[in-house]
């Protein structure tokens, strides 16, 4: 069975920096991209950032761009988002997913970042 | 604001059938990109509930289906359940500047 378990979240001050990090198994991680999304309280949906399977490519949101960083470690099969430069607008539970060929075909129960003095 | 747009909320009775619409442009769903819906009941994860416009993962009901056509997708939900109360988001990828992988902003189903 495949599960993917987020941890990392927490209170932090505006400014500040948190690592996510997605713990995979019950797959061949080293096979897949993958992805984070997001959901600010109350909100929908957000994409944040993808990496492909080898880590050599990544991808961010607009909103994240030069903020945020995704790396992955195949041997460990986690995956990490290094986030700096928090704002009070990247309050939200991150969700890591799978990329199971441009869907997600499955999801971490998510971490909840808030991000407030 | 969401690339892809669903109605807030739509609402029926137990048994009926409900649909959502999606509706993109020519760079998302009208360019020939899949679009995918998911499943996120109360205080839970997201679900995938259609991939690929129209296929169900195993264990979905096949009360759940899919359909697209033009610049906009559609979930139909047949013989509505009290069960089915949840959001349901749609998703595709978007080749404009600003894209990427975009959803749709959420519709509420209220049984």
């Known amino acids: 069975e495949v599960q993917l378990v987020e941890s990392g979240g927490g209170l932090v001050q505006p400014g500040g920096s948190l690592r996510l990090s997605c713990a995979a198994s019950?797959?061949?991680?080293?096979?897949?991209?993958m992805h984070w999304v997001r959901q600010a309280p109350g909100k929908g949906l957000v994409w944040v950032s993808r990496i492909n399977n080898d880590g050599s490519s990544t991808t961010y949101a607009d909103s994240v761009k030069g903020r945020f960083t995704l790396s992955r470690d195949n041997a460990k099969n986690t995956l990490y988002l290094q986030m700096n430069s928090l704002r009070a607008e990247d309050t939200a539970v991150y969700y890591c997913?799978?990329?199971?060929?441009?869907?997600?075909?499955?999801w971490g129960q998510g971490t909840l970042v808030t991000v407030s003095s | 604001q969401s690339v892809l747009t669903q109605p807030p909320s739509v609402s029926g009775a137990p048994g009926q059938r409900v649909t959502i619409s999606c509706t993109g442009s020519s760079s998302n769903i009208g360019a020939g990109y899949d679009v995918h819906w998911y499943q996120q009941l109360p205080g839970t994860a997201p679900k995938l509930l259609i991939y690929?416009?129209?296929n169900r993962p195993s264990g979905v009901p096949d009360r759940f289906s899919g359909s697209q056509s033009g610049t906009s997708a559609s979930l139909a939900i047949t013989g509505l359940q009290a069960e089915d109360e949840a959001d349901y988001y749609c998703q595709s990828y978007d080749s404009s500047l600003s894209g990427y992988y975009v959803f749709g902003m959420g519709t509420k189903v209220t049984v």
């Open positions: 690929g416009n129209t």
């Open positions: 019950g797959l061949t991680f080293s096979n897949y991209w």
């Open positions: 997913v799978r990329d199971g060929g441009s869907c997600y075909d499955y």
